[in-house]
């Protein structure tokens, strides 16, 4: 059985930081890779980060470059996402996803990946 469990969304300050964590089981983690994406009421869910299976690669949207750091450990099942100097338009559900096995398109776009978390929400206010 599938299970992706994302953790560690807040109420925070623009400017502070935020660590998510998800937590997976049931497949063979060290065979995928992840990405973490986000989306707010109206809007469509948009990429955030990947990662490659092996650890060697990271992708970013430009909007989060600079700010959000992805990664992995393979021994724990777990994807993290670092979130630093974060801004009320980081505000949303956040949710980490497994890539497919095999692919056909780009690492951010969102028909690679075949399982989702539950999301955790991120508030981004003063």
């Known amino acids: 059985q599938v299970q992706m469990v994302e953790s560690g969304g807040g109420l925070v300050r623009p400017g502070d930081s935020l660590s998510l964590s998800c937590a997976t089981s049931g497949w063979p983690f060290d065979r995928h890779d992840m990405g973490w994406f986000r989306q707010t009421p109206g809007k469509a869910r948009e990429f955030v980060a990947a990662i490659t299976k092996n650890e060697i690669y990271t992708y970013y949207s430009d909007s989060v470059k600079g700010r959000f750091t992805i990664s992995r450990d393979n021994a724990k099942s777990t994807v993290y996402l670092q979130m630093n100097n974060l801004r009320p338009e980081d505000t949303a559900i956040y949710y980490c996803?497994?890539?497919?096995?095999?692919?056909?398109?780009?690492?951010?776009?969102?028909?690679?990946?075949?399982?989702w978390g539950q999301g955790t929400q991120v508030t981004v206010s003063s």
């Open positions: 996803a497994r890539r497919k096995r095999y692919n056909s398109s780009p690492i951010s776009e969102i028909q690679e990946y075949d399982s």
